[in-house]
């Protein structure tokens, strides 16, 4: 049974920093792109950001680049998010998701067909 597993969530101060793990169990995910989201209350959820399985390509959303960190240690089967500078607009259910195919290596990162999706994890930030 494939699972993605999220922890790290908390409540934090404006400006301060909080690291996500994603921990993968069931496969192994070094091969598959991941993914980060998130849903704040009354809001659809939106892609944070995404690394290629091959090569380390990261990207971001506009409103977290420069911020957040996405990285993945293949030995783990864990991807991270770190979250540094948080702000109250960054308080959300985060979810890790990872692509349906294995060894997909294509760069546009909005194509990516996220089909494996944990039960994510609250993050709030207080101002």
């Known amino acids: 049974q494939v699972q993605l597993v999220e922890s790290g969530g908390g409540l934090v101060q404006a400006g301060g920093s909080l690291r996500l793990s994603c921990a993968a169990s069931?496969?192994?995910?070094?091969?598959?792109?991941m993914g980060w989201f998130r849903q704040a209350p009354g809001k659809e959820r939106e892609f944070v950001a995404a690394i290629r399985w091959i090569g380390g390509n990261t990207y971001y959303a506009d409103s977290v680049k420069g911020r957040f960190t996405i990285s993945r240690h293949n030995a783990k089967n864990t991807v991270y998010l770190q979250m540094n500078s948080l702000k109250p607009e960054d308080t959300a259910v985060y979810y890790c998701?990872?692509?349906?195919?294995?060894?997909?290596?294509?760069?546009?990162?909005?194509?990516?067909?996220?089909?494996?999706w944990g039960q994510g994890t609250q993050v709030t930030v207080s101002s």
């Open positions: 069931g496969r192994t995910f070094s091969n598959y792109a």
């Open positions: 998701a990872a692509d349906k195919r294995a060894y997909y290596s294509g760069t546009d990162y909005q194509k990516y067909e996220y089909y494996y």
